[in-house]
Nanobody, 127 residues
Framework: QVQLVESGGGLVQPGGSLRLSCAASGQTFNGHAMGWFRQAPGKDREFVATINWSDGRTYYSDSKNVRGRFTISRDNAKNAVYLQMNSLKPEDTAVYYC??????????????????WGRGTQVTVSA
């Protein structure tokens, strides 16, 4: 089992930026992909982005609220995945979760396809 630990959340003003990090520990991650989800109070967990571990190909939510502002990346040597978030808006406020797919192909956007989850990090966008 892979342990995932997120960091980098916090309070930021609208228009600001944050970079979330997720470190995989317990074993070297050699799975298929890692991704980011978010969950706002009273709402379902929402897919944000995913990255294939082997070739770095990425896939983002179709939501216009994410595409173009968020960038997912990885560092295989550090066993880490990142989410750079720019031009943050109040509606980006949520708990952000890192998750991993151990085996698969293609891109996964539904939470049930992810095997391991972090505990989440709070992002609050407010003036």
């Amino acid at each position: 089992q892979v342990q995932l630990v997120e960091s980098g959340g916090g309070l930021v003003q609208p228009g600001g930026s944050l970079r979330l990090s997720c470190a995989a520990s317990g074993q070297t991650f050699n799975g298929h992909a890692m991704g980011w989800f978010r969950q706002a109070p009273g709402k379902d967990r929402e897919f944000v982005a995913t990255i294939n571990w082997s070739d770095g190909r990425t896939y983002y939510s179709d939501s216009k609220n994410v595409r173009g502002r968020f960038t997912i990346s990885r560092d295989n040597a550090k066993n880490a995945v990142y989410l750079q978030m720019n031009s943050l808006k109040p509606e980006d406020t949520a708990v952000y979760y890192c998750a991993a797919v151990r085996r698969g192909s293609g891109y996964y956007t539904l939470p049930q396809f992810y095997d391991d989850w972090g505990r989440g990090t709070q992002v609050t966008v407010s003036a």
